[in-house]
């Protein structure tokens, strides 16, 4: 059984980092497209950053420049490391995987998030001013 968790989350003042982790166990079909989403407060999900088997990497416009996603070498984990984090940065963090990808099921700024079979728990990450 595929099983995606997330670890790193926590609480720190605007301006600070703070990197967040995704182990993979079990099988995911290759190929396959992994990435962070988030959900805030009394908003809707959406997609932060990914990655595809190509290494190619996709960001959302409000962490481009500030947060960097990238996975060791077996693919065993997923990493998101985030820089100068802001209040608006204050979520749940997931870990999400699309199997059967090429690349990932995102267009321009339409993340498909229902092509995202398997999901972690989800990490909190607050960030104070």
């Known amino acids: 059984q595929e099983r995606l968790v997330e670890s790193g989350g926590g609480s720190v003042q605007t301006g600070g980092t703070l990197r967040l982790s995704c182990a993979v166990s079990g099988k995911v079909y290759n190929p396959y497209c992994i990435g962070w989403f988030r959900r805030a407060a009394d908003k809707q999900r959406e997609g932060v950053a990914a990655?595809?088997?190509?290494?190619?990497?996709t960001y959302a416009d409000s962490v481009k420049g500030r947060f960097t996603i990238s996975q060791d070498n077996a693919k065993n984990t997923l990493f998101l490391q985030m820089n100068s984090l802001k209040p608006e940065d204050t979520a749940m963090y997931y870990c999400?995987?699309?199997?059967?990808?090429?690349?990932?099921?995102?267009?321009?700024?339409?993340?498909?998030?229902?092509?995202?079979?398997?999901w972690g728990q989800g990490t909190q990450v607050t960030v104070s001013s």
């Open positions: 999400a995987a699309a199997a059967g990808f090429d690349q990932c099921p995102i267009y321009g700024d339409r993340w498909l998030d229902d092509r995202f079979g398997y």
């Open positions: 990655i595809d088997r190509y290494g190619t990497t």
